[in-house]
């Protein structure tokens, strides 16, 4: 994290776009014609640190390349950037992108923690998981339709509750740490931005640290009292350094992202998707008239506006890639939510549309080896949650002023104040 801050502390002071797109503020409300102007610039922009595409095909070409890097190939550049890389983060404070997070590794090591944790990911554990989906979501459905409030906060109500009740029924969390890890986890996403303040990073870490001491809580109670959850199975895979095991600091680096990455993005899909069928009411007429519709309202929100915007690759050495050369070295921003807009791939790229043929080529969940672990999750969640708060309250509206959240890597609404309106 000290490493990002300082790239883009010092890329802001030069004046570079894509350091003002991370750093300033009055973009974050809609960062998407500042994508256009750095389309504009070329296919790879270069800035004096880092460089960044906006450019589908490039984006999704470094992504499958077998010797481009994740951050953590950071820590083999040349100093000054290697030895603030290698500076290292506390264990304890490892955050959701710090070492040794899926997110943060290569290779060998990355194949082995990834598929430990994927069993619980699979099409076929998701498909079992949808009943549970459906009975949370039907569970707070009930629950604002008997507040029968006129005003009611769709994110705290709705959009967050779900995808933490699932996680934390896969994970094994007891609901009453439900509400704690949500604010931690809240907390904790701000480390993925760069150029965060010192009060707001305290925080994160703060937030990091507890949640560190939960989950080796929770390891401890889980091994003494195993249930039927990726954790207990998790923490019985014992000893290191074998082909099927993980080492403590792993089997943390892998709950705390997996909790993170369940808490943190769902909530934002869903969100983004109601205020832009709010702003789309006819196809959200059309998705109530045509419930097939409603996988296209969550593949477009994925593509028009993702809850995760960029992701940051290292390219080892020299490399041409798309017929475009980059030396041995550089960090490249990879602006996903850029790439969803790219004219090349999607006719009427800033058009918001259910219907369109191949919203699915979206990059909202990355691509190659790191391509997100939850995305069948996300998807049904996001799409019964959607489908089914539209068709219990036809009328939902938008009522007062959305509240964008201050992350910028991660976008979506802090509050999102709706008027649920007649019960079908
Ligand atoms: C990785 C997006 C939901 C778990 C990723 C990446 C993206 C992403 C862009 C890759 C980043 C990169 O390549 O640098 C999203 C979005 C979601 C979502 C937009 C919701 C709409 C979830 C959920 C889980 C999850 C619900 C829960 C398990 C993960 C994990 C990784 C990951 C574990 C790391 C995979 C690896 O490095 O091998 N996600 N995610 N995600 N995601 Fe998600």
Redesign the pocket.
Known sequence: HALTRAFFEHAARSGELFARIDCDPALRADPYPAYEELRSLGRLVPGRIVSATTDHALTTAL?RHPDVR?GAGLRELPDPLGALARWGTDPWAAGPIDPP???A?DGVD?VR??RL?NR??TARQVRAQEDLVTATAERLLDRIERAGAERTDLVDAYAAQL?VA??GA?LGVPERDHRQLLAWGNSAASLLDPGLRWGRYRRASSAVRAMHRWVTEHVEEKRRHPGDDLLSQLALLDGDGDETQLTDLELRA?AL??LA??FE??V??ISNAVVLLEGHRAQRERALAEPDLWAGVVEET?RFD???QN???VVPHDLEVEGVEIAGGTPVL?F?AAANRDPAVFDDPQVFDIARPNANAH?????????????A???A??RIALQMLHERFPDLRVDGSPQRRETRVLRGFERLPVAPGRVA
């Open positions: 992504l994740v997070s899926l997110l590794t990355h923690m990834r944790v619980a990911f995808p699932v996680i896969i892998v992202l997996v990455a369940g993005t769902t934002n899909l994925l993702p809850p995760v992701s940051l690759r990879l996903l990059l909202a969940f990355s691509s190659g080896a790191h391509y997100c672990l939850g995305a999750l996300a998807r969640e996001a």
